[in-house]
């Protein structure tokens, strides 16, 4: 287990722009994705060959939408970390209201730069719109395979950024005009996350290409590395497996 991170400004930005947001995360995230996050959160979980018998990390967990379609489609036993603890309140209430997913899902707060748990502690991982969040996201990576098993599955959902020109001059409007502007419409807080993602996103990828980005998940450990770009490259899904 590794000596928890000094805060930093990247992730004090973080806690704050998340907590005014778990009341409306799962509905509004949905619509001002035009109802692709779903698709890529299912994705996601039908990377990640769980069973009954199986206990899963969802790391950046949020208000435990993964978390509990894995437990829907394998049965799986899952721990649901994040840092914030709005948005475990928002998980919390998720259970509250479902006796099945209450017993199989466990929130923890933690972060996932330094997990407080032994090595190959889980049999499979899964984490959500996480490396853009933080300062180090090799480190970070490292740290994520360290804790499951050899052969275990390891899979991701982020936001993309579409490879063709036109589609990308469409995605900037949308995310440096549209988004800010319908986020408006909803709250405050959702307006900031719309000002936020496009230059965010965008920002992410100048440091680290999605082909670099495959290759720190080989350098952390994790082989048989797959790339799915989806929704015109939009939204990405990265899986593989624990060396």
């Known amino acids: 287990m590794s000596a928890p991170p000094a805060s930093t400004p990247r992730k004090r930005h973080a806690l704050e722009l998340f907590a005014g947001l778990p009341r409306h995360y799962d509905r509004a995230g949905a619509a ?57 309140a928002g998980l919390r209430a998720r259970l509250a209201d479902d006796p099945l997913l209450a017993e199989r899902i466990e929130p923890v707060t933690g972060q996932a730069e330094a997990l407080p748990f032994a090595d190959a502690a889980f049999g499979a991982l899964t984490f959500t719109y996480l490396l853009r969040y933080v300062d180090d996201p090799a480190a970070t990576l490292r740290e994520l395979a360290r804790v ?23 995605w900037r409007i949308w995310t440096r005009i549209g988004l800010p502007g319908c986020g408006r419409l909803l709250s405050r807080d959702w307006q900031e996350v719309g000002s936020f993602l496009g230059p965010s996103i965008e920002g992410f990828y100048e440091r680290v290409p999605l082909p670099r980005l495959a290759a720190l998940w080989e350098e952390a450990g994790i082989g048989d590395v797959r790339v799915r770009r989806m929704s015109f490259g939009a939204g990405v899904v990265m899986a593989g497996t624990r060396r």
């Open 32 to 88: 001002l994705s035009f109802g692709q996050d779903p698709r890529w959160r299912a994705a996601l979980v039908a990377a990640v060959p769980a069973g009954p018998s199986d206990r899963v990390l969802d790391v950046a967990t949020g208000t435990g939408m993964v978390a509990a379609a894995l437990v829907r489609r394998t049965g799986c036993r899952v721990v649901a970390l994040d840092q914030s603890p709005d948005m475990l």
């Open 148 to 170: 499951v098993k050899p052969g275990g599955p390891i899979a991701m959902v982020e936001f993309g950024m579409p490879p063709r020109p036109l589609l990308r001059a469409a």
